[in-house]
C-alpha cells in the first residue's frame, strides 16, 4: 500500500500555473514532515519545498517567491502551488514524507510517491 500519492502535474505555459497534491495516509501525515523534490533529466533531485508538521516552511532559492507549500490535516494532504512557471521549473516532481528535517540529502527518506511530471512548455 503506497503511503503516498500525488497528482496534478501536467503540461503549462510558461508563465502559468500548476497545484500539486500529495495524499498521504493519517499515520504518515500526523506524524511525519513532508515535502516535495523534484528531478530534472540528467540532474538529480533536489528539495523543492518542506513543511514540518507545526507548519514551518522552507524552500528553494529558485522557487521563493512563486511556490507556496501547504498542508491541509482533514485531508491529510500536502499541496505544491506553483504560479510564474519557468521552463526550468519542467521536471517529475516527488512528494516526500520522513521523520527528519528535509534537506537535499535523499538518503534514507521514509516514503516517496510515484512522481507526476510538471512541463513547461509553450
Known amino acids: 500500500q503506497r503511503q503516498l500519492v500525488e497528482s496534478g502535474g501536467g503540461l503549462v505555459q510558461p508563465g502559468g500555473s500548476l497545484t500539486l497534491s500529495c495524499a498521504a495516509s493519517?499515520?504518515?501525515?500526523?506524524?511525519?514532515?513532508m515535502g516535495w523534490y523534484r528531478q530534472a533529466p540528467g540532474k538529480q533531485r533536489i528539495l523543492v519545498a518542506s513543511?514540518?508538521?507545526?507548519?514551518?516552511?522552507n524552500y528553494a532559492d529558485s522557487v521563493k517567491g512563486r511556490f507556496t507549500i501547504s498542508r491541509a490535516s482533514a485531508k491529510n494532504a500536502v499541496y505544491l502551488q506553483m504560479n510564474n512557471l519557468l521552463a526550468e521549473d519542467t521536471a517529475v516532481y516527488y512528494c516526500?514524507?520522513?521523520?527528519?528535517?528535509?534537506?537535499?540529502?535523499?538518503?534514507?527518506?521514509?516514503?516517496w510517491g510515484q512522481g507526476t511530471q510538471v512541463t513547461v512548455s509553450s
Open positions: 516526500c514524507a520522513d521523520l527528519r528535517t528535509l534537506t537535499n540529502s535523499l538518503e534514507g527518506r521514509s516514503f
Open positions: 493519517e499515520s504518515v501525515f500526523r506524524t511525519h514532515n
Open positions: 513543511i514540518t508538521r507545526s507548519g514551518a516552511t
